[in-house]
């Protein structure tokens, strides 16, 4: 007997990765029109439903130990070409190698523990074995067979240099939030207290991050102690809100790996200013990687430390999401030694980033506006309307610290602070700064590309922009029509990014303290409301700017030419 189409009836597991077959990293837009299967979710629905139900165990000489990751864990199994996917071991479960294990374990090691564990090269190519066997780790649970599928989705030029550049998602499977048991045995006897030094330097080594991905937030070990000296600077201390990511599978989560986009996309804008195109991007590749040919070594690695998370269902019918209200603590740490010099201009350079992006968007979906549920009365939660915008704010220490705006005239210093910072970061790279910036990025944040317009608002009631996001900004009459930059190719709609930022930044005044004579915060009601425009010479920006310019009194430009 003929079957038909016998290849249907292989898992998608075996077979080739390519079109017609199984191409589990893209995501078919006409599947999804269509509300059919792609080709990700039948892989992973087939492997997650013939995987062995109970929980892998180690031989009882095997010393293990139990670690919760934070957010999501990535290993790239390597056997499906371009395809982040994990590694897989007997009977389906996912595990980490005991090679990798090792490897990262060594990493930790002083030269004499490195000889001891992980074994020495010795006169003749011949070579002494360490004391330990690296066996892996394996989830602790059944857990990991939720929320396997990750959205990936990289906008850096689509944000920054042109609306028409290619930004398609793509799908990588991920463990989300497991509780993973990692094994070491011994060669020969040990004593509790070696084992203590052992586990000791095992963790050291995942405090650093676990499996790929780490520079982006994945593999996150939660509880580790963590050395003062780990990160360029004490961390910022910051809290949001905003719309949650949604996964394939129709799951919502807050997702960490928002800020290293963030900063990363404004580190883009500020050397697309300073410098030629391709010194920018190669700047900005050796700070955080890249994926280009053979790829960038990032210097920088993303620390968020989450102290609290609550997702909250938000709007009603065919508009309801989840929205997150998150607080937490942002730093950064190297990667690999710098000199000194390098190191206090990429430290400055950081801590002029991080306060850019809160003072000029913030983090996430929607970044470019303000949060509507949170400014404007029509948008709140049990409203039938889209969620837009998201908002940040400084807590804690860093509303002393990391607050470098405090008035609207301090805009303009601020702005320059940052350049300043760039352009040493830059300098010390040997790159050189000049009048031949990226000119036809439609980001780069140079004068003659941006303009910053300010004002206070005298509360979260008080935003004068706002409704001109939305309806007629001009009032009126038969001489003079309606302006509105409403759904406009400038200020962005379905499809097409926004030339302009609309932001509203709490004001936060500094006080001394009477009792230490220490700074301390000192909230108010007020916030800067902050307008920041990429013109494009369209007759509805032409409008617009003549608004700002000659017709209202509110508003002051404060940097751009």
């Known amino acids: 007997m003929t079957v038909p189409n016998p290849e249907r009836k292989v898992p998608m597991a075996f077979r080739a990765q390519?079109?017609?077959?199984?191409?589990?990293q893209y995501l078919d837009d006409n599947r999804r029109k269509n509300r059919e299967r792609q080709d990700g979710e039948i892989w992973v629905e087939e492997w997650v439903d013939r995987s062995y139900r109970n929980v892998p165990q180690f031989g009882p000489n095997v010393q293990s130990q139990t670690y919760q990751l934070s957010w999501r864990f990535v290993t790239n199994g390597g056997q499906d070409d371009g395809i982040i996917r994990p590694v897989i071991g007997a009977k389906g479960w996912p595990f980490y190698p005991g090679s990798s294990m090792k490897g990262l374990f060594r990493s930790a090691c002083t030269p004499d523990q490195r000889d001891r564990y992980c074994g020495k090269p010795l006169p003749g190519n011949d070579w002494a074995p360490g004391i330990l066997r690296f066996l892996g780790g394996y989830p602790?649970?059944?857990r990991w067979r939720d929320r396997l599928l990750d959205l990936v989705h990289p906008q850096q030029d689509y944000q920054v240099k042109r609306s028409n550049a290619s930004h398609s998602a793509f799908l990588l499977v991920s463990l989300y939030q497991p509780e993973f048991r990692?094994?070491?045995?011994?060669a020969e006897t040990l004593s509790e207290e070696e084992w203590k030094e052992i586990w000791a330097i095992w963790e050291r080594a995942i405090a650093q991050g676990l499996?790929?991905?780490v520079s982006a937030g994945y593999g996150q070990v939660s509880?580790?102690?963590r050395k003062k000296e780990d990160l360029l600077y004490p961390a910022h201390h910051l809290k949001g809100q905003g719309m949650a990511a949604k996964t394939l599978d129709g799951k919502w989560e807050f997702r960490p790996n928002?800020?290293?986009a963030g900063i990363r996309g404004h580190a883009l804008r500020i050397f697309g200013g300073l410098t030629s195109a391709d010194n920018a991007e190669k700047a900005v590749n050796e700070l955080f990687g890249s994926v280009?040919?053979?790829g960038d070594v990032r210097l920088l690695r993303m620390v968020w430390q989450e102290t609290s998370l609550d997702l909250r269902s938000h709007g009603t019918g065919s508009y309801e999401v989840t929205a997150y209200h998150v607080e937490g603590r942002l730093g950064w740490a190297l990667t690999q030694n710098l000199p000194e010099a390098q190191r206090e201009c990429l430290q400055n350079l950081l801590l002029r980033l991080n306060p850019f992006a809160m003072v000029f968007g913030g983090f996430g979906k929607s970044w470019r506006r303000i949060d509507h549920a949170r400014?404007?009365?029509?948008y709140l939660e049990d409203s039938q309307k889209p969620y837009i915008g998201c908002h940040w704010q400084w807590c804690g220490g860093s509303q002393v610290r990391d607050v470098q705006v405090r008035q609207v005239e301090h805009i303009p210093g601020f702005i320059q602070a940052v350049h300043r910072a760039a352009q040493a970061w830059l300098q010390s790279q040997g790159i050189p700064c000049s009048t031949d910036y990226a000119q036809d990025w439609r980001e780069a944040w140079h004068p003659s590309q941006v303009q910053v317009w300010g004002r206070i608002a005298e509360d979260a009631d008080d935003s004068l922009a706002l409704p001109w996001f939305h309806g007629p900004y001009r009032p009126g009459d038969r001489r003079t029509p309606d302006g509105s930059i409403y759904k406009t190719d400038f200020a962005g709609k379905i499809g097409i990014v926004s030339r302009l930022w609309h932001r509203m930044y709490p004001r936060i005044q500094q006080v001394k303290d009477p009792a230490t004579e220490k700074p301390i915060a000192k909230p108010t009601p007020q916030y800067l409301e902050l307008l920041t425009l990429f013109p494009d010479n369209s007759a509805k920006c032409r409008e617009f700017l003549k608004f700002l310019g000659e017709e209202q009194s509110d508003f002051q430009k404060l940097w751009g030419n």
């Open 375 to 378: 400014f404007y009365p029509d």
């Open 18 to 24: 390519v079109q017609g077959r199984c191409q589990l």
């Open 140 to 142: 602790t649970d059944d």
């Open 211 to 213: 499996g790929s991905r």
């Open 258 to 260: 928002i800020f290293r």
């Open 182 to 186: 990692f094994g070491i045995s011994g």
């Open 292 to 294: 280009v040919q053979a």
């Open 223 to 225: 509880g580790l102690p």
